[in-house]
């Protein structure tokens, strides 16, 4: 029987501010057996680069990501997120090791290609190191994985967390039972956005592909629902969307094959 692993995904909003990170990381610590967290941290990297001076341009839910971007981004994932939450974790016992794809090579990706949207140094996922995690996890250590991944010539690329999430996952669960839970500030996947009590409970791929054509389900959701999806049918055992504050309970969405 395969052991167990929990990957949490953890969003922009909730990275962002001291107290839900807080939290966040409270919470983690209380999730047994083998884990991994991803992060993202948008939001901090748009506030970061309107600091200085560079505009922010989202396409699809996916940043554009010109040369001024890229060095933003890999400080901010990669550097103040990352570690914050590295060094949060080891205050709390956790043995956390942080990388980003270029670290020991574990995320290799390829610059997308350019089709209707140039978006520049963004990276699709070609290989997660499974092994390498899997030695890691298995020496006690927690992988803290950032958005940026590398495509083996010297270039860092950015790349959505949602998908860093789902890929690892999908990598990981030739090695473990795997459950990955994307947590943020919401319940779940809500049938109406600004109230919080309508949390749809399960969800298809037909029923998803319904509620973005009827408005309920957009932006950012579409990309970690289309993440879920293909995760659930390339063998991760479990696939859930919920509250950063609720990861240990039974609620939010589950995504259904
Ligand atoms: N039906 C929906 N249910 C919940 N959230 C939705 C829905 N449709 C769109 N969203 C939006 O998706 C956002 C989550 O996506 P995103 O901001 O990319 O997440 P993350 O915090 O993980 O980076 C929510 O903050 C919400 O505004
Ligand atoms: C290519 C791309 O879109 N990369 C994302 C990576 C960060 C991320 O996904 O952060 P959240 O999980 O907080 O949204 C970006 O730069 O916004």
């Known amino acids: 029987m395969r052991e167990k692993l929990t990957i949490i995904k953890v969003g922009g909003k909730i990275v962002e501010e001291e107290a839900t990170l807080r939290q966040l990381l409270d919470d983690f610590v209380g999730v047994e057996g083998h884990k991994v967290l ?3 941290g948008g939001r901090s990297a748009t506030k970061i680069a309107t600091l200085l001076g560079i505009e922010s341009k989202m ?4 940043r554009i990501t010109d040369e001024e971007t890229l060095k933003v981004v890999t400080m901010v994932y990669g550097g103040l997120v990352n570690k914050n939450i590295v060094a949060g974790l080891q205050a709390r016992g956790v043995n956390a090791l942080g990388l980003t794809g270029a670290d020991m090579n574990v995320i290799r990706s390829v610059k997308r290609p350019i089709k209707d949207v140039d978006y520049g140094f963004v990276g699709d996922v070609e290989k997660v190191d499974a092994s390498l995690l899997s030695d890691l996890i298995h020496k006690g250590v927690v992988p803290v994985m950032a958005p940026l991944t590398h495509d083996g010539q010297g270039n860092m690329l950015n790349t959505n967390a949602d998908t860093i999430a789902g890929e690892t996952a999908k990598s990981l669960s030739t090695l473990f039972d795997v459950t990955l839970v994307y947590c943020f500030e919401k319940k779940g996947v809500l049938r109406d956005e600004n109230d919080d009590d309508s949390v749809i ?5 037909g029923e998803f592909e319904q509620y973005v ?8 959701m579409i990309p970690k629902l289309e993440n ?5 049918n390339a063998g991760v055992s479990e696939v859930i969307i ?3 504050s609720a990861i ?3 609620g939010g969405t589950r995504i259904k094959k």
């Not at 396409?59 to 996916?62: A, D, E, P, T």
């Not at 879920?228 to 659930?232: D, G, L, M, Y």
Request: proline share 3%; no cysteine; glycine share 16%.
């Open 38 to 40: 991803v992060h993202g």
């Open 59 to 62: 396409v699809n839910g996916r």
């Open 201 to 205: 409970p399960q969800i298809t791929r």
């Open 213 to 220: 054509a009827d408005g309920v389900i957009q932006g950012g």
């Open 228 to 232: 879920s999806f293909e995760a659930i």
């Open 242 to 244: 919920t509250l950063a």
């Open 248 to 250: 240990s309970e039974n």
